[in-house]
Nanobody, 130 residues
């Protein structure tokens, strides 16, 4: 079992920055793949950025490439999402998620899992005003 707790959301103006954090606790080998997802009102949950914590590979949604950076601190067991040049269309509830992958995974494999991750945080709201 893995418990995920997000923080760092808030309200910013267009062009601003935020950094989301997700602290993971529990069985470490259940979080080979971790990622950030978001869901806006009336829309489906979508992938934002994915990382393999065992291989280090990262994959980003086209909509955030060049603006967002995902990283993972193994010592702190914390996942981050640095979000720069924020746009109003980035407004959503952001969720941290984790899932096991047998101790081995590439970023592409983790991305291919879609939203079928085993463990989810409670979400943190990001609102970008124009």
């Amino acid at each position: 079992q893995v418990l995920l707790v997000e923080s760092g959301g808030g309200s910013v103006q267009s062009g601003g920055s935020l950094r989301l954090s997700c602290v993971a606790s529990g069985y470490a080998y259940s979080s080979d793949c971790m990622g950030w997802f978001r869901q806006a009102p009336g829309k489906e949950r979508e992938k934002v950025a994915i990382i393999s914590t065992v291989g280090g590979g990262t994959v980003y949604a086209d909509s955030v490439k060049g603006r967002f950076t995902i990283s993972h601190d193994n010592a702190k067991n914390t996942l981050y999402l640095q979000m720069n040049s924020l746009k109003p269309e980035d407004t959503a509830m952001y969720y941290c998620a984790a899932t096991p992958a047998g101790g081995w995974a590439t970023g592409d494999y983790c991305y291919s899992l879609g939203t079928t991750y085993n463990y989810w945080g409670q979400g943190t709201q990001v609102t970008v005003s124009s």
